[in-house]
């Protein structure tokens, strides 16, 4: 910026004589007036309120919170029905009988084909 | 409940930072907007801003906040401008803002004929190569025109430009260098002329 010292000049002359007509920008008495009185105008404005800040991002986390609690606790249910679920599933597929149903498959197709296997 | 409000020290920082910054910051925005006072209404709305904001921020980080504002103000006022335009019910003021322009122009012009004010004739030709610029650079996308003036006129560096208008350096040496290429193209006649 002009008032640091990170200038970095070019030095073409287009862009020199462009800097020289933009500083020449008409700045007519009621306008610097009018500058000033805005300048002065801002000074007497009061700071936002920044030691509102702390409490709103506690009360903002205070809320976030309650809301993960319950999303957590309406969720539950479905967890555990689904936990249910998948172990329900586990055990029909690794119950021993089954197992042995398709172990003996053919042993049990046999004997259903039988005409009087005396079980009925 | 704690005191609150500007100390005298800050008011003072405040204040010279202010009025080091006014000027520029008018000027600059009178060649963004082309109206004195949407100029003048946009630079007190960055001040405001700054004061009620940032003043408790260091001083050191108060011109790229102030820039930052103001462009920011710049390209809502821009934005709020080009919808009016689609409405259709901005015709009338803005043929009265070319109208003014125009006024303004041939105000500066009769006043660098008047006798009375003996310009040069080198000063002549500076408003000549004035209203010639302003008008190309009202041809250029708003974000070159911010990028022309904060780089190449008010000799902002490529970080600062770039955070002034809160985009990347790459993006402000791209916008930089079509600015100049297409300032360049559309007053080369003039700058001939001037030469």
């Not at chain 1, 920008?25 to 000074?43: C, F, H, K, N, V």
């Not at chain 2, 946009?42 to 108060?62: G, I, N, S």
Request: net charge neutral; proline share 4%; aromatic share 8%.
């Amino acid at each position: 910026m002009r008032t640091s010292n990170k200038r970095q000049p070019e030095t073409t002359e287009w862009l020199q004589q462009s800097r020289q007509a933009l500083d020449q920008i008409p700045l007519d008495a009621s306008t610097r007036s009018a500058l000033d009185a805005q300048r002065r105008q801002a000074l007497r404005a009061q700071p936002a309120e920044r030691f509102l800040r702390p409490a709103v991002l506690a009360g903002a986390f205070a809320s976030l919170g309650a809301l993960a609690l319950a999303i957590n606790l309406w969720r539950s249910p479905d967890q555990t029905a689904i936990q249910i679920d998948s172990i329900d599933a586990f055990e029909i597929i690794s119950a021993r009988d089954d197992l042995e149903l398709y172990q003996n498959l053919e042993f049990y197709l046999w004997l259903e084909q039988q005409p009087d296997n005396g079980l009925g | 409940m704690k005191p609150h409000g500007l100390n005298d020290e800050t008011r003072r920082q405040l204040d010279r930072f202010l009025q080091h910054q006014q000027t520029q910051a008018y000027q600059m925005t009178y060649a963004l907007t082309g109206n004195r006072d949407d100029a003048l209404e946009l630079v007190q709305d960055a001040m405001l801003q700054l004061v009620r904001k940032y003043a408790h921020k260091p001083e050191t980080d108060w011109p790229a906040l102030f820039h930052r504002i103001l462009q920011n103000r710049i390209r809502d006022f821009h934005r709020k401008q080009g919808f009016r335009k689609l409405l259709g019910l901005f015709n009338g003021q803005i043929h009265r803002s070319e109208q003014e322009h125009s006024d303004a122009g041939a105000t500066a012009i009769e006043q660098a004929s008047d006798p009375r004010q003996a310009q040069p004739d080198q000063q002549l030709q500076q408003s000549h190569f004035r209203e010639n610029l302003l008008q190309a650079l009202q041809t250029l996308p708003l974000r070159q025109q911010q990028i022309f003036l904060l780089r190449g006129w008010q000799q902002f560096s490529t970080t600062e430009t770039a955070a002034a208008l809160g985009i990347s350096s790459g993006s402000v040496k791209t916008h930089y260098s079509r600015a100049l290429e297409k300032l360049r193209t559309q007053l080369g006649e003039h700058h001939e002329n001037v030469e």
